[in-house]
């Protein structure tokens, strides 16, 4: 994924990307777990770092480990950050790597009162991926911590599908994004439906998903850690 460009084709692709990172960062904020003062909270896929700058406004008292297995995503996450006013009081611990390589580092299994996850678990493939990402999720989240999980979902079949494929491709347009690069910024994505979430993680320790909202395909759930 190319850093370049990334913010402005993903707010040409999702309705509502401007304020995604906000939403996913105050609904976090107020958790049973992570709203205590000086919580310990993992950016999963952090990319260029949209949560990352709304955490630091919202929540400069959070201690930050922000995450990403691309060296390229990181370095403009780090740039970014490191032009924003409020991270001067913020702590951000910076770790290139997979949350699956992360939980088996001393110390990560249990310690994070809150985890934010969006638009990452669309790009693996329901090959055991998906489960393996969501389970070292759950590990590294306190019993009872909630993670925000944002992503691209297969529709429900519904005579309204076809008018919500077109919308869609109406956003996109309007958004200035043309034909080619519109198929371009939905290939490599491998969404799932509501029933097979609901089964991934529960086998990965969460309870049912509970969706905070929804445009279009794309849906915000917050998920609590079985205690
Ligand atoms: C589409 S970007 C989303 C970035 C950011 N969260 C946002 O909302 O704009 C997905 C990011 O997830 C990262 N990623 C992919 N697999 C991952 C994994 N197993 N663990 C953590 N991050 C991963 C990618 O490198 C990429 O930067």
Redo the contacts with the bound molecule.
């Keep these: 994924?190319n850093p370049a460009g990334?913010?402005r084709l993903?707010s040409q692709v999702i309705p509502g990307y401007g304020s995604?990172?906000r939403l996913a960062v105050a609904l976090l904020s107020c958790s049973p777990e992570a709203r205590a003062t000086g919580s310990e909270v993992l950016v999963?896929?952090?990319?260029?770092g949209?949560?990352l700058l709304e955490a630091v406004a919202q929540r400069p008292d959070w201690q930050l480990t922000a995450?990403?297995?691309?060296a390229e995503?990181l370095a403009e996450s780090q740039q970014r950050l490191s032009n924003a006013p409020a991270t001067a009081s913020a702590a951000i611990r910076w770790q290139q790597s997979?949350?699956?390589d992360l939980v088996n580092q001393t110390g990560m299994e249990g310690r994070f009162s809150g985890g934010l996850s969006?638009?990452?678990l669309q790009?693996?493939p329901d090959d055991g991926s998906k489960l393996a990402?969501l389970s070292a999720l759950a590990r590294c989240l306190k019993p009872g911590a909630q993670l925000v999980l944002?992503d691209l979902m297969r529709s429900a079949q519904s005579s309204l599908e076809p008018q919500l494929d077109a919308a869609w491709l109406a956003f996109q347009a309007a958004s200035g994004l043309d034909a080619s690069a519109a198929l371009g910024a939905s290939q490599g994505l491998h969404p799932i439906g509501l029933a097979r979430l609901t089964s991934l993680v529960n086998a990965a320790g969460f309870g049912d998903p509970a969706r905070i909202f929804q445009a279009l395909g794309f849906e915000g759930f917050l998920l609590q850690k079985q205690a």
Aim: proline content about 4%; overall charge negative.
């Design positions: 994924m990334y913010d993903q995604l990172a999963a896929g952090c990319g260029t949209a949560e995450l990403d297995p691309s995503m997979t949350v699956e969006v638009l990452v790009s693996l990402f944002v």
